[in-house]
């Protein structure tokens, strides 16, 4: 497998990755045969993976116009991904020029590509970091010179906490960021769960058991777990729901079935 030109030196490219195999559903450039064939795996069993992504995007989409609207200006997105048509200061910007986001992930290419998108850009940055550890975040250079933490931020985990097992504790690492943000801050949030699914579960599960074998699981919650992060927000309307139908800017019964899997929700601070 002959290692590509913007590929980091440092990474096993025969290693399947999450943001990779994302950037692959989504029509992206930006990944490595083993993540196409870990992808091609897993859509044998959930043939709409591409479809749900791209759902997430369009929720993404719309929550950043939200925030925008509530006078949110600061966006810190964790998990962000390889970086993809629509990203979120491209959609800030759109609607107020000068608003500032901090995208962070721990995959190398994201932030190596992130990098690059960004260049030059005064109001936008990339910390390589991970979820699980708060603190490193919130302290790192880029996050001290762009967010201001006495003021509302809209912190986006869109589509990364289903990556993360119940025995590493993400609602202790969504509690201490919760707990960083200034009043009027707002969680905006997505989670896969085999509720909305239009396949028997057990046919889903076969696509779980791939990122099982790719030692990158996915963690199916039920919606009562996903509202689990919501503890300490109060629920924007309306509230917890199937992707398609939060604030939705077309018909919800135009969209395909597999954009129905899984839950989106906003949540704001007290």
Avoid at 31 to 43: G, P, Q, V, Y
Avoid at 116 to 141: F, K
Avoid at 214 to 226: D, F, G, H, K
Wanted: hydrophobic share 45%; charged share 25%.
């Amino acid at each position: 497998m002959e290692r590509p030109v913007w590929a980091p030196r440092s990474i096993d490219i025969t290693v399947p990755s999450v943001s990779r195999i994302c950037d692959f559903y989504l029509g992206g450039a930006h990944n490595f045969e083993a993540d196409r064939e870990a992808a091609r795996k897993a859509m044998a069993f959930l043939p709409g993976l591409p479809k749900i992504m791209q759902a997430n995007r369009a929720f993404l989409r719309r929550a950043v116009r939200f925030a925008l609207d509530e006078g949110v200006t600061q966006f810190l997105d964790i998990g962000s991904g390889i970086p993809a048509s629509g990203n979120v200061h491209e959609v800030a910007r759109a609607v107020r020029p000068g608003a500032r986001v901090v995208y962070v992930d721990h995959d190398p290419v994201a932030v190596a590509h992130s990098q690059t998108v960004l260049e030059g850009d005064d109001d936008a940055d990339v910390v390589a970091g991970d979820l699980l550890e708060p603190q490193d975040i919130l302290t790192s250079a880029q996050v001290e010179r762009l967010i201001d933490l006495n003021r509302p931020v809209a912190l986006l985990l869109v589509a990364i906490l289903h990556f993360v097992e119940d025995a590493d504790d993400p609602y202790r690492a969504v509690t201490e960021l919760r707990d960083a943000l200034a009043p009027g801050s707002l969680l905006v949030l997505t989670h896969a769960s085999y509720e909305g699914i239009p396949l028997p579960p057990e046919r889903a599960g076969g696509a779980v058991d791939v990122y099982k074998d790719i030692r990158n699981p996915l963690i199916m919650r039920s919606r009562e777990e996903i509202a689990r992060f919501f503890e300490g927000y109060d629920m924007v309307e309306p509230g917890l729901v199937p992707m398609p139908h939060w604030r939705p800017e077309t018909a919800p019964e135009d969209e395909d079935p597999y954009a129905f899997s899984g839950f989106a929700g906003v949540g704001r601070t007290a």
